[in-house]
């Protein structure tokens, strides 16, 4: 089945500790992003990655990382998360060979920092 | 500056009426126009699309929207809506010659009984 899966779905934890969310997709897909979710602001990109070894800040990129080390896997890394990064997380990915391609999303991370 | 908008933060609509989920868009040239459908804590899925041709375009679960240039809208309809209808609506831009997309604040429908 083709799909976007992220990993872990739900984390707690508290400021300063340093945690890494996984992204894998199994379609082949060129490009991958991350985006937050926040209420009333819809979703904001933080990354996005082109193809392996190229990634790009997105509208939020500020106390994040990322990696493309494979195609298949773009993880997003919190170096010292802080309250204000408390939100729900989407990794995306698409294929870049038709124009127009729609996204596919993960189900989504839920991070809480305290 | 690139953006999105949908006016609504909430549409209400009984069941069996018609409905409309608005999107407007200020982005130069000719972008790419999309609707993703949201469910309860579920990832976004795609609904439908507009790259180029007919202004109406056809989409998943009897969605269908219509594109208007002039007025730059992208506004989502369905005939005849059904509870299970009820979710988050995404309307998102790509520019031109770009991969970023840009998301509208989203607006929740509820379809009653």
């Known amino acids: 089945e083709a799909q976007v899966t992220q990993n872990p779905r739900y984390l707690i934890t508290v400021t300063g500790k340093k945690l890494t969310v996984t992204c894998s997709q199994n379609?082949?897909?060129?490009?991958m992003s991350w985006y937050r979710q926040d209420p009333g602001l819809g979703l904001r990109q933080i990354y996005y990655s082109m193809n392996v070894e190229v990634t790009d800040k997105g509208d939020v990129p500020e106390g994040y990382k990322v990696s493309r080390k494979e195609k298949r896997n773009f993880p997003l890394i919190l170096e010292s998360p802080s309250p204000n990064q408390t939100s729900l997380y989407f990794c995306?990915?698409?294929?870049?060979?038709?124009?127009?391609?729609?996204?596919?999303f993960g189900p989504g991370t839920r991070l809480t920092v305290t | 500056a690139q953006s999105v908008a949908q006016p609504e933060d909430q549409v209400n609509v009984a069941e069996g009426n018609p409905l409309t989920v608005k999107c407007t868009y200020s982005v130069s040239g000719n972008p790419y126009l999309f609707w993703y459908v949201q469910y309860p804590n579920r990832g976004l899925q795609f609904l439908l699309k507009y790259i180029t041709g007919d202004n109406l375009v056809k989409g998943s679960y009897g969605f269908e929207a219509e594109f208007n240039k002039s007025q730059t809208s992208f506004h989502l309809k369905k005939p005849s809506a059904l509870v299970s209808d009820s979710a988050l609506y995404f309307c998102?831009?790509?520019?031109?010659?770009?991969?970023?997309?840009?998301f509208g604040t989203g607006t929740r429908l509820q379809v009653f009984p």
């Open positions: 379609m082949n897909h060129e490009y």
């Open positions: 998102a831009v790509r520019p031109p010659n770009t991969d970023k997309l840009i």
């Open positions: 995306a990915s698409s294929t870049r060979a038709a124009p127009g391609g729609e996204q596919y």
